[in-house]
Nanobody
Framework: QLQASGEGLVQPGGSLRLSCAAS????????MGWYRQAPGKQRELVAA???????NYADSVNGRFTISRDNAKNTVYLQMNSLNPEDTAVYYC???????WGQGTQVTVSS
């Protein structure tokens, strides 16, 4: 089970951190990812992190977002900086290893 948290409304230029706590899986060996889906758009991969800590980012967020993990806490994070209205979406965490989704968490960037 994956439980995401951290939803919020932020102003453009602001920051927000999402968390996703895992249970019932061997978290440390899972490749984890954050996806997002904006209204009327397809769900897209935002960032991913391997069990060894290697990361990959979508071009649209590279340099602004940081994915990280704490295996001791079975948690993956997404630190989002320099947010803009185009980042508004429902964000989902996912175990790419076992193809398991968490519930979505809403991020709204608006003045």
């Amino acid at each position: 089970q994956l439980q995401a948290s951290g939803e919020g409304l932020v102003q453009p230029g602001g920051s927000l951190r999402l968390s996703c706590a895992a249970s019932g899986i061997i978290f440390s060996i899972n490749v984890m990812g954050w996806y997002r889906q904006a209204p009327g758009k397809q769900r897209e991969l935002v960032a991913a992190i391997t069990s060894g800590g290697s990361t990959n980012y979508a071009d649209s967020v590279n340099g602004r977002f940081t994915i990280s993990r704490d295996n001791a806490k079975n948690t993956v994070y997404l630190q989002m900086n320099s947010l803009n209205p185009e980042d508004t979406a429902v964000y989902y965490c996912k175990s790419l290893t076992i193809n398991s989704w968490g519930q979505g968490t809403q991020v709204t960037v608006s003045s």
